[in-house]
C-alpha cells in the first residue's frame, strides 16, 4: 500500500554484516530517489544508528527534492510523485573519499549541501574501510507505506 502519490511515507534502510546479520553501526548510507528524467536526486550522506538503521520521512524527501529544484532547476525537474524507485548505496572507503571531494565542490554554490567538519570528521571514520561496497534497489512497484530497505555488507577479505 503506498499513499500520497505512490510515495513512502517513510523510508527504513537497515544495514547487516552479510552471513552473521548484525546490525552495522555509522555506517555512511545514500539513499537515491530514482526519476524518470533529468536527474535523480540523493539523499546523504548519513549514518545508520545503534541498531544499524536510518530512517527517512517523506517530509525529508519532498525537502531534498525542494531543495535541488531551487538551486538547480535546470538539472531537476520531475517531482517526488514521479519516483520510479529507490537505490541504497553503502560506499567503500575510495566511495567516502569521491564522496567527500564532491561535497566540497557542490557546497560553494549550496550552502546546504556542505558537510560540517563534525560530519566530515564522521565519514572519514566510518567502518565503511572495512566492507565491500553495496548497492540495493527497489521498484515503484514494491513500495509500501513504510517501506524498509535491507543492504547486506560483505567484509573485505583479511590479508
Excluded at 58 to 80: F, I, N, T, W
Aim: hydrophobic share 40%.
Amino acid at each position: 500500500m503506498t499513499t500520497q502519490g505512490g510515495v513512502p511515507n517513510t523510508l527504513r534502510v537497515v544495514v547487516l554484516a552479510k552471513g552473521s546479520r548484525t546490525p552495522l553501526k555509522s555506517v555512511v548510507v545514500l539513499v537515491t530517489l530514482i526519476v524518470p528524467y533529468k536527474n535523480n536526486y540523493t539523499i546523504g550522506p548519513t549514518l545508520t544508528d545503534d541498531s544499524g538503521q536510518v530512517c527517512f520521512t517523506r517530509d525529508e524527501m519532498v525537502q531534498e527534492v525542494e531543495l535541488c529544484q531551487k538551486h538547480s532547476p535546470m538539472d531537476y525537474s520531475a517531482g517526488l510523485g514521479e519516483m520510479t524507485g529507490v537505490e541504497v548505496r553503502v560506499p567503500d572507503a575510495e566511495g567516502i573519499d569521491r564522496l567527500l571531494k564532491a561535497s566540497d565542490w557542490w557546497g560553494i554554490g549550496v550552502p546546504e549541501w556542505r558537510l560540517s567538519g563534525e560530519t566530515i570528521g564522521r565519514l572519514r571514520c566510518a567502518p565503511n574501510r572495512l566492507y565491500m561496497a553495496a548497492t540495493a534497489r527497489v521498484s515503484r512497484a514494491e513500495f509500501t507505506k513504510d517501506l524498509r530497505v535491507t543492504v547486506l555488507l560483505e567484509p573485505l577479505a583479511q590479508v
